[in-house]
């Protein structure tokens, strides 16, 4: 599954993954990005899920900002961006996606948001 949410953040041509523990993040080129790559990334989780015993399923959350970031030369990154987005995280339900209102305005804007 990691490799599904690799492979569509990296789709943005301008992003990266970056597993951490039990959990990762991903930087792409923007707010409309992330949310685009988010649901698809949990439509893919979820197909792998149906083989699967319901008590062996995973559901990833996923939290989506718009902010700002700092990054590291090893990779780490860190910021109210990140903050955010972390909370957003644990905001959203298994196997949802959470956007900041920053994000949900900007994705709307698009006309992307479902």
Do not use: K
Request: charged share 20%; glycine share 22%; hydrophobic share 40%.
């Amino acid at each position: 599954m990691l490799g599904d949410v690799a492979s569509v953040v990296g789709s943005t041509g301008r992003g990266g993954c970056v597993a951490a523990g039990d959990g990762g993040w991903g930087i792409v080129g923007g707010v409309v990005e992330g949310y685009q790559g988010a649901v698809p990334v949990q439509g893919r989780v979820a197909g792998s899920n149906e083989a699967v015993a319901e008590d062996q399923r995973m559901r990833f959350r996923i939290g989506v900002n718009l902010g700002d970031f700092i990054e590291q030369a090893d990779g780490t990154i860190y910021g109210d961006g990140v903050n955010i987005a972390a909370r957003l995280e644990a905001l959203a339900d298994p196997g949802g996606v959470m956007i900041s209102e920053a994000g949900h305005m900007q994705v709307r804007r698009e006309g992307d948001m479902a």
